[in-house]
């Protein structure tokens, strides 16, 4: 199989720029895939199969994980602990925009390819890092996975219910939150090198970003040293807002807004909750929180799902279904908006992969290609920058490539 070795015409907002992706696991793919989508030449440079070290995570490269992540992307295979393979680097970096890492913080001054070195062969060069704990500091040697970093930043301490403990998050929210902010920062230097000329040292990890996401619960801290708790589906301050029983499943609601709380009673039916003095303001709800949510569960029990939907759509309140991936994909609304964007795989046949969440309306991200085999574009990238086919095959019986 040879997905890519001639890739299809880039197109898109960010087709100028040059991107140098030494980056692997997910929070540093997740980074990548915001430039890849968009339209840039993306170089993903991965070891020689000889090393026997991949970003193919176990033989998974054709599973869904993989295909997601690094996409729409071509494939250098480099070694760099050979002195060749570093003049390869460097011959690559004289024409990038953004070289991208996400090693452990001492990797790149051992292999001399830090920020400090690569400046000097490209002044213009966005050299982005992310990292666990940050370059420096007392934890940055540690390695850092996403459920560490949960548990960490505060995330676990408040998720879930009292009485089961610290609960992480279902998704690899730490990793997904430093490679977008990553993304943003890159473009940050990109959009600052047009005026200054020069590029710089980008850095994110997953304990700032993590933190970052915390958002209005860090800030409450920071504020007022309010320490929170573990509330469940509940919202902190916002009630009712929640996960309620139905005939057939459960739905979520949130009225915690006096209008809308007003909306609620309206739409089921309750004008003898919406008059009750425990019920009736946004701190009195709050309070009794608990009286009102099996309130609310007792009524909530005698419809199914879709029905409560197209009384509360009527009503205008907001509430949704509790969905399964398979309801996420069938619904209508996301059906719409594309989520789902078809790919053609060689091997795999017609797959499909999750689309950008935003669009633009003249220059539209694209899903050009999946990911290609190991070193599949190794020959014709090496041939841009000057490489015979004679030079070619001697870095490849030396191991270089």
């Given amino acids: ?163 089961n403990g610290p609960t992480r998050v279902g998704i690899a929210l730490a990793d997904i939150g430093a490679g977008l902010y990553c993304a943003l920062a890159v473009m940050t230097a990109l959009l600052e090198r047009e005026s200054s000329g020069e590029g710089q040292w980008v850095q994110a990890s997953l304990l700032q970003s993590m933190i970052s996401m915390m958002d209005f619960q860090a800030a409450r801290y920071l504020f007022n040293q309010d320490l929170p708790d573990q509330p469940g589906n509940d919202h902190p301050t916002s009630i009712p807002t929640g996960v309620y029983p139905t005939r057939d499943g459960h739905i979520t609601i949130a009225a915690g807004e006096q209008a809308m709380w007003k909306r609620l009673c309206d739409a089921m039916g309750a ?57 996420v994909f069938a619904d209508a609304q996301v059906r719409h908006l594309g989520v789902a964007q078809p790919m053609h795989h060689p091997a795999l046949g017609p797959v499909k992969v999750v689309g950008q969440p935003f669009k633009l309306s003249r220059t539209p991200s694209e899903v050009r290609h999946p990911v290609p085999d190991r070193g599949a574009n190794t020959d014709e990238i090496l041939e841009t920058i000057g490489y015979t086919g004679r030079d070619i095959a001697a870095l490849r019986e030396e191991g270089v490539i």
């Fill in 271 to 327: 004008d003898d909750l919406l008059n009750l003095p425990p019920y009736a303001t946004e701190e009195a709800r709050s309070v009794n929180r608990v009286d009102l949510n099996e309130e609310l569960s007792g009524r909530t029990r005698q419809r199914t799902t879709e029905e409560w939907m197209a009384i509360f759509e009527q009503g205008s309140v907001a509430a949704g279904p509790i969905n399964r991936m398979d309801d």
């Fill in 1 to 163: 199989m040879n997905p890519a070795t001639h890739t299809p015409p880039r197109r898109g907002p960010l087709a100028a720029y040059k991107v140098l992706d030494l980056t692997r696991v997910r929070a540093g793919p997740t980074c990548i895939r915001q430039f890849a989508d968009w339209g840039a030449d993306v170089i993903k440079i991965e070891t020689p199969e000889l090393l026997e070290q991949s970003d193919g995570w176990g033989g998974l490269r054709e599973g869904p994980d993989f295909q997601n992540l690094h996409r729409n992307k071509r494939s250098l295979t480099l070694n760099l602990k050979h002195p060749s393979g570093l003049a390869i680097l460097h011959r690559l970096v004289q024409e990038a925009d953004v070289i991208a890492e996400n090693f452990r913080p001492d990797v790149k001054h051992r292999l001399g390819i830090d920020y400090e070195s690569l400046r000097k062969i490209n002044p213009r060069i966005v050299y982005a890092s992310i990292s666990g704990f940050g370059q420096d500091g007392p934890y940055a040697k540690r390695p850092g996975f996403d459920h560490i970093i949960q548990g960490m930043a505060g995330m676990m301490s408040m998720n879930g219910f009292p009485e």
